[in-house]
């Protein structure tokens, strides 16, 4: 046995230094996985000269004011409840931005303790580490079912930083969503391949830690597209001859695989079901949310001419729904979904280096390819009739909408099928057969290459010369139009650099081992070079750095708000004590975007009600049963010195003292809910309502002590 110097070796000295690779390669690959999207956006999480890439679009307004003040109560050791500061007044801990329940969060309030605060910046780079855990677990799952490192390792590096997984980093919570999705299918796999109890038991923990973090992570359209991603990959498991052709598991204990699967499933289930259910409850209050409006449901249109764009020229697909994954990856699958079904012949390496699904077999590349198409056909919306019948009859389904959004889950499936196109592709470089029959190979292949790239070069050009550009793009990405000649230029050199080196491979210095990998690099600085100048780019901007974070003392800001005028201006939680009464679009609870609409007659008196004139924000009056906000005011005016005086208020509790001077109504100009109770005196009382949708209790004539308490149900013990 020879070493790497050409010097012969004892036997176990090599066996020795084989293992130490082994181990080596067990620790390197993941933390180069792991790492590899912190590298390839690096300007989003360190500022260079002064300055870095911030994330725009919802990402402060939906997500970092969400965090900040979630992290500011739980550093505290306070567990918020209501958020008093928007849309006066919305639930907070189901409210899916603000990611109450994501387990991850304890890392972030140690962040928070630790270094005084949290900045945007700081949420930058928890976004991009959301990446980094989709990139680990994806690569962890293809290599369950592919044998070759190689091929795994460039699939899960190009589709960890595909178009549809950087367009998300403006929603964090939709990346820590997605960024569990691998583990999931990574955890399954395991559990039918474990050889002892332990081993599945481990898997099973980490399979309900993984779907706990799906369903928590704040972003419930993701949480439920994963149906379409679990479901199909659960029939490849339970079904022998697709998990035999597909996986390659071998013989499986299903008395210890099955009960895991399911007991770690329902373990999950249960744990999340009082979130999952709160949150149910609260859509039908809200506006557009109810699940009987299909306009609402198809409103933004993905069709064919976007899955076109997404996969050869972005600038022409919905950036909802593209997931551009460069024409260097899209060429290496078509020369394989276009290659003869033949078994590989590896030479050089060992036979078990390929699982059998590997070999080209035209069963595993027509279901990838259905499954593909299934997800496409149903992102189609309105002109689907697939998605029109799930619209009808898939419980939760019509409550979604803008379903190019589904296409996220179709990142692990293209890297399963990018995976195996790259083996099959390695399989042609570095095969030492030469001669006659290496070109009856190589020959074929260069046709089918030079076939499929015409074909994409064509609707390129005629996207191009035709000024064809999606919505988004003339909306918000003007500034980028120069660009999108790049991807034409650069999907010619990806096809330049595949025909190269096929013929290259053909020479007899091609064969030798380290040949393949150093393709593997070129395609993949190739690909990186396809995507990443215009990948970073979209929903960002240079920013200038201040050093520093936020802290903030919520018991505080909630408490001085009531010497504080409101603000009328959409907006979402605010991190001071000036709190809103605006509303976003499609959002916060239908019975106060309907009192908003009803009253738009009369807008000042309207301003002195929500405490924007004045910021008085309590009321007494005789009466409730008014039409008219005006009305309401002239009752109340006559008792504006006897509506009484803070005792103390934390945002989920109001503690009030009054002398009523006559029997009356105290009105709080907060949204209720369900959850909402009050006592007088120390005694229960039923909350009555005011314009539907503002809390009042009444009282008797004389001193009472006020108390409003959130406290739903699920908190009640």
């Not at 070999?359 to 149903?378: D, M, N």
């Not at 004045?614 to 007494?620: A, Q, S, V």
């Given at each position: 046995?020879?070493?790497?110097?050409?010097?012969?070796?004892?036997?176990?000295?090599?066996?020795?230094?084989?293992?130490?690779?082994?181990?080596?390669?067990?620790?390197?690959?993941p933390a180069v996985v792991f790492l590899?999207?912190?590298?390839?956006?690096?300007?989003?999480?360190?500022?260079?000269?002064?300055?870095?890439?911030?994330?725009?679009?919802?990402?402060?307004?939906?997500?970092?004011?969400?965090?900040?003040?979630?992290?500011?109560?739980?550093?505290?050791?306070?567990?918020?409840?209501?958020?008093?500061?928007?849309?006066?007044?919305?639930?907070?801990?189901?409210?899916?931005?603000?990611?109450?329940?994501?387990?991850?969060?304890?890392?972030?309030?140690?962040?928070?303790?630790?270094?005084?605060?949290?900045?945007?910046?700081?949420?930058?780079?928890?976004?991009?580490?959301?990446?980094?855990?989709?990139?680990?677990?994806?690569?962890?799952?293809?290599?369950?079912i592919n044998k070759n490192v190689t091929?795994?390792?460039?699939?899960?590096?190009?589709?960890?930083?595909?178009?549809?997984?950087?367009?998300?980093?403006?929603?964090?919570?939709?990346?820590?969503?997605?960024?569990?999705?691998?583990?999931?299918?990574?955890?399954?796999?395991?559990?039918?391949?474990?050889?002892?109890?332990?081993?599945?038991?481990?898997?099973?923990?980490?399979?309900?830690?993984?779907?706990?973090?799906?369903?928590?992570?704040?972003?419930?359209?993701?949480?439920?597209?994963?149906?379409?991603?679990?479901?199909?990959?659960?029939?490849?498991?339970?079904?022998?001859?697709?998990?035999?052709?597909?996986?390659?598991?071998?013989?499986?204990?299903?008395?210890?695989?099955?009960?895991?699967?399911?007991?770690?499933?329902?373990?999950?289930?249960?744990?999340?079901?009082?979130?999952?259910?709160?949150?149910?409850?609260?859509?039908?209050?809200?506006?557009?949310?109810?699940?009987?409006?299909?306009?609402?449901?198809?409103?933004?249109?993905?069709?064919?001419?976007?899955?076109?764009?997404?996969?050869?020229?972005?600038?022409?697909?919905?950036?909802?729904?593209?997931?551009?994954?460069?024409?260097?990856?899209?060429?290496?699958?078509?020369?394989?979904?276009?290659?003869?079904?033949?078994?590989?012949?590896?030479?050089?390496?060992?036979?078990?280096?390929?699982?059998?699904?590997?070999?080209?077999?035209?069963?595993?590349?027509?279901?990838?390819?259905?499954?593909?198409?299934?997800?496409?056909?149903?992102?189609?919306?309105?002109?689907?009739?697939?998605?029109?019948?799930?619209?009808?009859?898939?419980?939760?389904?019509?409550?979604?909408?803008?379903?190019?959004?589904?296409?996220?889950?179709?990142?692990?499936?293209?890297?399963?099928?990018?995976?195996?196109?790259?083996?099959?592709?390695?399989?042609?470089?570095?095969?030492?057969?030469?001669?006659?029959?290496?070109?009856?190979?190589?020959?074929?292949?260069?046709?089918?290459?030079?076939?499929?790239?015409?074909?994409?070069?064509?609707?390129?050009?005629?996207?191009?010369?035709?000024?064809?550009?999606?919505?988004?793009?003339?909306?918000?990405?003007?500034?980028?139009?120069?660009?999108?000649?790049?991807?034409?230029?650069?999907?010619?050199m990806s096809f330049t650099i595949i025909?190269?080196?096929?013929?290259?491979?053909?020479?007899?210095?091609?064969?030798?081992?380290?040949?393949?990998?150093?393709?593997?690099?070129?395609?993949?600085?190739?690909?990186?070079?396809?995507?990443?100048?215009?990948?970073?780019?979209?929903?960002?901007?240079?920013?200038?750095?201040?050093?520093?974070?936020?802290?903030?003392?919520?018991?505080?800001?909630?408490?001085?708000?009531?010497?504080?005028?409101?603000?009328?201006?959409?907006?979402?939680?605010?991190?001071?004590?000036?709190?809103?009464?605006?509303?976003?679009?499609?959002?916060?609870?239908?019975?106060?975007?309907?009192?908003?609409?009803?009253?738009?007659?009369?807008?000042?008196?309207?301003?002195?009600?929500?405490?924007?004139?004045?910021?008085?924000?309590?009321?007494?009056?005789?009466?409730?049963?008014?039409?008219?906000?005006?009305?309401?005011?002239?009752?109340?005016?006559?008792?504006?010195?006897?509506?009484?005086?803070?005792?103390?208020?934390?945002?989920?509790?109001?503690?009030?003292?009054?002398?009523?001077?006559?029997?009356?109504?105290?009105?709080?100009?907060?949204?209720?809910?369900?959850?909402?109770?009050?006592?007088?005196?120390?005694?229960?009382?039923?909350?009555?309502?005011?314009?539907?949708?503002?809390?009042?209790?009444?009282?008797?004539?004389?001193?009472?002590?006020?108390?409003?308490?959130?406290?739903?149900?699920?908190?009640?013990?």
């Amino acid at each position: 046995m020879k070493n790497s110097k050409g010097k012969t070796m004892p036997l176990h000295n090599a066996a020795g230094e084989q293992d130490r690779r082994l181990r080596l390669a067990r620790i390197a690959l993941p933390a180069v996985v792991f790492l590899w999207p912190l590298v390839y956006l690096f300007r989003l999480v360190v500022p260079i000269n002064g300055e870095y890439t911030a994330i725009g679009n919802d990402f402060i307004s939906l997500y970092y004011r969400y965090k900040i003040y979630l992290l500011a109560n739980l550093a505290e050791f306070r567990f918020p409840l209501w958020s008093p500061s928007e849309a006066a007044g919305f639930p907070f801990y189901t409210n899916p931005f603000a990611q109450v329940f994501y387990p991850l969060n304890l890392l972030l309030v140690a962040w928070y303790k630790i270094l005084g605060g949290y900045s945007s910046l700081d949420h930058q780079l928890f976004t991009v580490l959301g990446i980094s855990i989709f990139a680990l677990g994806l690569f962890m799952w293809l290599k369950t079912i592919n044998k070759n490192v190689t091929a795994v390792l460039f699939a899960t590096l190009i589709m960890s930083v595909s178009f549809k997984v950087t367009e998300i980093i403006r929603f964090p919570n939709a990346v820590h969503t997605a960024a569990w999705y691998p583990w999931v299918l990574y955890a399954m796999t395991k559990i039918i391949q474990s050889q002892s109890l332990k081993k599945a038991i481990w898997h099973g923990f980490l399979l309900a830690f993984s779907i706990i973090c799906i369903c928590t992570g704040g972003y419930p359209y993701f949480s439920y597209y994963s149906i379409f991603l679990f479901t199909p990959y659960l029939l490849v498991i339970l079904i022998r001859p697709l998990r035999i052709r597909f996986i390659d598991a071998g013989p499986v204990n299903w008395k210890r695989s099955l009960p895991t699967l399911v007991l770690a499933g329902v373990a999950a289930v249960v744990i999340c079901s009082p979130y999952i259910l709160a949150v149910k409850s609260l859509m039908p209050l809200v506006t557009d949310r109810n699940g009987t409006d299909f306009a609402f449901s198809t409103e933004h249109v993905f069709n064919l001419k976007d899955t076109a764009g997404s996969l050869v020229y972005p600038p022409d697909a919905s950036t909802e729904g593209w997931y551009f994954f460069s024409i260097t990856a899209l060429l290496i699958i078509l020369m394989y979904l276009f290659s003869r079904n033949r078994k590989i012949q590896n030479s050089g390496q060992n036979k078990n280096d390929l699982n059998c699904a590997s070999a080209g077999g035209a069963a595993i590349k027509l279901f990838l390819f259905a499954w593909i198409a299934t997800i496409t056909y149903i992102s189609y919306g309105r002109s689907s009739y697939l998605f029109m019948f799930l619209w009808k009859f898939l419980p939760g389904f019509s409550s979604l909408r803008i379903w190019g959004r589904i296409n996220i889950i179709m990142v692990p499936i293209i890297a399963w099928l990018l995976s195996l196109a790259y083996a099959h592709f390695e399989s042609l470089i570095a095969d030492k057969i030469a001669g006659a029959e290496k070109q009856s190979k190589i020959r074929p292949a260069i046709l089918t290459l030079a076939a499929v790239y015409a074909v994409i070069l064509a609707v390129q050009l005629y996207f191009y010369v035709n000024d064809i550009y999606g919505v988004y793009w003339v909306e918000y990405f003007k500034h980028l139009t120069p660009l999108r000649i790049n991807f034409i230029i650069r999907g010619l050199m990806s096809f330049t650099i595949i025909v190269v080196l096929v013929i290259f491979s053909k020479r007899a210095r091609a064969s030798r081992r380290y040949y393949p990998k150093l393709a593997m690099v070129i395609l993949l600085a190739t690909a990186v070079l396809e995507m990443r100048y215009m990948a970073v780019q979209i929903w960002t901007h240079q920013q200038q750095w201040e050093p520093g974070r936020i802290k903030l003392d919520i018991a505080q800001m909630n408490e001085t708000s009531f010497r504080y005028k409101r603000i009328d201006r959409n907006f979402t939680i605010a991190l001071n004590p000036i709190f809103s009464v605006g509303v976003i679009e499609n959002w916060y609870f239908n019975s106060y975007v309907k009192f908003l609409k009803n009253t738009e007659n009369e807008l000042e008196a309207r301003r002195v009600l929500l405490g924007v004139a004045d910021g008085t924000r309590i009321f007494f009056s005789e009466s409730i049963q008014h039409s008219t906000v005006t009305s309401f005011l002239r009752d109340a005016s006559r008792y504006a010195t006897a509506s009484g005086r803070l005792l103390s208020y934390d945002g989920d509790e109001l503690d009030w003292q009054i002398e009523a001077p006559t029997a009356g109504y105290l009105s709080f100009i907060d949204n209720w809910a369900p959850g909402w109770k009050a006592w007088v005196d120390g005694q229960p009382t039923d909350i009555e309502l005011l314009f539907g949708t503002f809390k009042c209790v009444r009282l008797t004539p004389g001193r009472h002590r006020v108390r409003f308490c959130y406290l739903p149900e699920v908190f009640q013990w």
